[in-house]
């Protein structure tokens, strides 16, 4: 018994890491670099064109990660985007889950963000229409410029200066921010009050931003064999031994020490390292090392799930405890789409990974793939839960909707007409 759940563990470590690790650190630094390009400039259009906010809110989303949806938060605040902006970007994020999707089923990727964007223009529109954002604005208290710069002078500018000095493009040793100003109540609450960036002076910063470069390169490596395993290549019997093994399980527990040192277990991106990323090259580096690892480790947790499920359901046979998997997912295939639906309701990524993985795997139907999809708002919300919890709470409310009335009715497709 004890044999045998040590081999899960390691070969669940091997199998996560480069079956999907390597192809979501590949995807994630793409994107990365993407958002490095043009997240700024595409925030600054979403301003400036009130009529087609929640289109442009939707399309941003779409984009895999939480960076482009995160920037979105603060502006509604700011009185510079529709509350219907919000909720469209957030019913189409699906946060870091998309980089596991896009690894493994590109197909059904485009299918929800597809689903997902109609849902969210459509949800948009109505919630300005009705004018929910109005009302919740109008509650948002406002300090006085002079109470502001009382408190921004007082507050702890360190970690910023330090990091604009290593950048060498931050003016005032600031960073440079989007959607907001240096000292207003949004810099307060998400650059002094809430969790920002790691402090330099701490063995995690000193960790994360040494040993980032390290793990690229095992990523690199990993995604040689990763691609090689695709053409049904046996990885194990190359030049080196058991290579296949040892990259694979050294990826994911370097994958856990790299998260464990940056300190993000459920959310795994801040509004200010999203600035930083745009900011930086080398932030966009470190950043996405963490980001992967951080998707990484919750895949390996998803992959333990499933085989401890399979060994625990099937009495130690394989065959027998993947048949009774998919017996409960048919049976409980309603009831899943609501649970999709629920999990979404929590912010963060973690738990949205390991549902998606899941998916993967073939225990979650598609029905509450996408339910979860539209539901969940991974780190987005964050920025919006510092600001202000009212508005917090009716966009997580407002995205439930219809990620549970599209899901019943793509679920009864599935079942009715067989497509999906």
């Given at each position: 018994?004890?044999?045998?759940?040590?081999?899960?563990?390691?070969?669940?470590?091997?199998?996560?890491?480069?079956?999907?690790?390597?192809?979501?650190?590949?995807?994630?630094?793409?994107f990365?670099?993407?958002?490095?390009k043009?997240?700024?400039?595409?925030?600054?259009?979403?301003?400036?064109?009130?009529?087609?906010?929640?289109?442009?809110?939707?399309?941003l989303?779409?984009?895999?990660?939480?960076?482009?949806?995160?920037?979105?938060?603060?502006?509604?605040?700011?009185?510079?985007?529709?509350f219907?902006?919000?909720?469209?970007?957030l019913?189409?994020?699906?946060?870091?889950?998309?980089?596991?999707?896009?690894?493994?089923?590109?197909?059904?990727?485009?299918?929800?963000?597809?689903?997902?964007?109609?849902?969210a223009?459509i949800?948009?529109?109505?919630?300005?229409?009705?004018?929910i954002?109005?009302?919740?604005?109008?509650?948002?208290?406002?300090?006085?410029?002079?109470?502001?710069?009382?408190?921004?002078?007082?507050?702890?500018?360190m970690?910023?200066?330090?990091?604009?000095?290593n950048?060498?493009?931050c003016?005032?040793?600031l960073?440079?921010?989007?959607?907001?100003?240096?000292?207003?109540?949004?810099?307060?609450?998400?650059?002094?009050?809430?969790?920002g960036?790691?402090?330099?002076?701490?063995?995690g910063?000193?960790?994360?931003?040494?040993?980032?470069?390290?793990?690229?390169?095992?990523?690199?490596?990993?995604?040689?064999?990763?691609i090689?395993?695709?053409?049904?290549?046996?990885?194990?019997?190359?030049?080196?031994?058991?290579?296949?093994?040892?990259?694979?399980?050294?990826?994911?527990?370097?994958?856990?020490?790299l998260?464990?040192?940056?300190?993000k277990?459920i959310?795994?991106?801040?509004?200010?390292e999203?600035?930083?990323?745009?900011?930086?090259?080398?932030e966009?580096?470190?950043?996405?090392?963490?980001e992967t690892?951080?998707?990484?480790?919750?895949?390996?947790?998803?992959?333990?799930?499933?085989?401890?499920?399979?060994?625990?359901?099937?009495?130690?046979?394989?065959?027998?405890?993947?048949?009774?998997?998919?017996?409960?997912?048919t049976?409980?295939?309603?009831?899943?789409?609501?649970?999709?639906?629920?999990?979404?309701?929590?912010?963060?990524?973690?738990?949205?990974?390991?549902?998606?993985?899941l998916?993967?795997?073939?225990?979650?139907?598609?029905?509450?793939?996408?339910?979860?999809?539209?539901?969940?708002?991974?780190?987005?919300?964050?920025?919006?839960?510092?600001?202000?919890?009212?508005?917090?709470?009716?966009?997580?409310?407002?995205?439930?909707?219809?990620?549970?009335?599209?899901?019943?009715?793509?679920?009864?497709?599935?079942l009715?007409?067989?497509?999906?």
């Amino acid at each position: 018994m004890f044999k045998d759940i040590i081999e899960i563990v390691l070969v669940s470590a091997e199998n996560s890491f480069l079956q999907v690790g390597v192809f979501v650190g590949a995807v994630l630094l793409l994107f990365g670099y993407i958002d490095y390009k043009n997240s700024g400039a595409f925030v600054r259009k979403i301003e400036q064109s009130k009529k087609l906010q929640p289109v442009l809110g939707a399309a941003l989303g779409l984009t895999p990660g939480c960076g482009g949806a995160i920037f979105v938060m603060p502006l509604f605040v700011k009185g510079k985007v529709s509350f219907g902006t919000v909720v469209a970007t957030l019913i189409a994020t699906m946060g870091d889950s998309a980089f596991v999707i896009i690894s493994t089923l590109p197909l059904h990727y485009i299918l929800v963000s597809i689903l997902s964007f109609i849902a969210a223009i459509i949800t948009g529109y109505i919630v300005d229409y009705y004018k929910i954002g109005d009302k919740l604005l109008n509650n948002i208290k406002k300090l006085s410029e002079h109470d502001l710069k009382d408190i921004h002078e007082k507050v702890d500018h360190m970690t910023q200066s330090y990091e604009c000095k290593n950048m060498n493009s931050c003016k005032l040793d600031l960073i440079s921010h989007i959607g907001h100003d240096e000292g207003d109540e949004v810099d307060l609450a998400l650059h002094h009050n809430a969790k920002g960036h790691q402090d330099f002076n701490t063995l995690g910063y000193r960790f994360t931003h040494k040993g980032f470069s390290f793990y690229w390169l095992i990523i690199s490596i990993g995604l040689i064999l990763g691609i090689m395993l695709l053409f049904q290549i046996d990885i194990n019997t190359l030049f080196v031994p058991r290579l296949g093994t040892v990259i694979g399980i050294a990826g994911t527990f370097f994958s856990i020490i790299l998260m464990i040192m940056g300190k993000k277990f459920i959310q795994d991106d801040t509004h200010e390292e999203a600035e930083l990323k745009v900011m930086s090259l080398k932030e966009t580096l470190i950043h996405s090392a963490q980001e992967t690892a951080f998707v990484s480790t919750w895949v390996y947790v998803a992959y333990l799930i499933y085989e401890f499920s399979i060994f625990g359901l099937g009495g130690g046979n394989y065959a027998a405890g993947e048949t009774i998997i998919t017996e409960l997912m048919t049976s409980a295939g309603l009831m899943a789409v609501i649970v999709g639906a629920l999990i979404g309701l929590i912010p963060g990524c973690g738990p949205q990974v390991i549902f998606v993985t899941l998916f993967t795997k073939g225990m979650v139907p598609f029905a509450a793939l996408l339910s979860n999809a539209i539901s969940q708002d991974g780190d987005a919300l964050f920025p919006l839960l510092a600001i202000d919890r009212k508005s917090s709470l009716w966009a997580t409310i407002i995205t439930t909707i219809p990620a549970i009335i599209l899901g019943l009715i793509v679920y009864y497709m599935e079942l009715k007409i067989g497509i999906f």
